[in-house]
């Protein structure tokens, strides 16, 4: 699972965000410590390498997606909490309690304005260093604002937002399996955590800025794009759920093992 969320993740968002990498440096597309990683592409890879894992190991892929869900969403928690403390995905600037200021994030910086806004700090102006990473220095608060100072505002904590939502969603996937363990309808699981997450990632969309200077014109950004499709398969997944009359629950080997013991019991006996 691991492989297949990074490098679905990756080609996701190449793909998706920046396909003229493919053109401008098709080395790049494995340099995946520069960033650049897209949750809708881990959304492919994972169910991929699950179905090559249960097909080989004899399990049943929906049970195994059934079940990998609650160790995606405790993941998905774990990568905004990253994404919080690097300064990524930040949100609009908000006068919200909880607002979080993120002078690192030097591509959301504003045009500084006399006074500040509250909570606001100015930020020297970012430069890129020859390892290709940006520097930025927060500035001393007594420092004059000239015409080209920059400022780093308060914004929504968007990562913050979304890893609490998962932890959530966590807790509430396994409630559901807590409820029927090994009868748990098939395809449940995996249906609700996709219809969940996603609406969540929709709607979450508005609060968040640009990632990519083609979707600041557009109604809805990539992310809410891709998030549809997406829904949709979650919403037919769960109208499906244990419909299927021959393998209403999926199945692990070990089942197949009980069921392989009860036939030769049953041809003892007769």
Same mark, same amino acid.
């Given at each position: 699972m691991l492989v297949g969320t990074v490098v679905g993740a990756r080609l996701g968002h190449i793909f998706f965000y920046e396909p003229d990498i493919l053109l401008k440096d098709p080395l790049e597309v494995?340099?995946?410590?520069?960033? *650049? $990683?897209?949750?809708? *592409?881990?959304? $492919? *890879?994972?169910? $991929?390498?699950c179905w090559l894992f249960a097909r080989h190991n004899?399990?049943?892929?929906?049970?195994? $997606?059934?079940?990998i869900v609650i160790a995606v969403g405790i993941g998905g928690a774990c990568i905004r909490l990253g994404n919080f403390m690097n300064s990524e995905i930040g949100g609009y600037p908000t006068t919200v309690p909880w607002a979080v200021v993120f002078p690192r994030d030097t591509e959301h910086l504003l045009p500084a304005t006399s006074p500040l806004p509250v909570g606001a700090v100015q930020v020297a102006r970012p430069v890129r260093m020859s390892d290709g990473n940006v520097s930025y220095q927060v500035l001393p608060a007594d420092t004059p604002i000239s015409p080209n100072s920059l400022m780093?505002?308060?914004?929504?904590?968007?990562?913050l937002y979304e890893a609490l939502y998962c932890v959530l969603l966590v807790l509430l996937i396994y409630?559901?399996?807590n409820r029927t363990k090994e009868r748990t309808p098939r395809g449940l699981l995996l249906g609700l955590f996709m219809v969940l997450l996603f609406t969540q990632r929709f709607l979450g969309e508005f609060l968040k800025e640009a990632q990519v200077d083609f979707e600041k014109d557009n109604l809805f950004n990539q992310g809410q794009l891709l998030s549809l499709p997406a829904i949709v398969v979650g919403l037919w997944v769960l109208w499906r759920a244990g419909k299927d009359p021959k393998n209403p629950y999926g199945y692990a080997p070990r089942d197949l093992e009980t069921e392989e013991e009860k036939a030769h019991l049953t041809s003892d006996v007769s």
């Open positions: 494995f340099k995946v410590w520069h960033g *650049g $990683l897209a949750s809708h *592409g881990a959304t $492919l *890879g994972i169910p $991929l390498a004899k399990f049943d892929a929906l049970w195994v $997606l059934d079940r780093a505002v308060p914004r929504h904590p968007t990562q409630y559901f399996w």
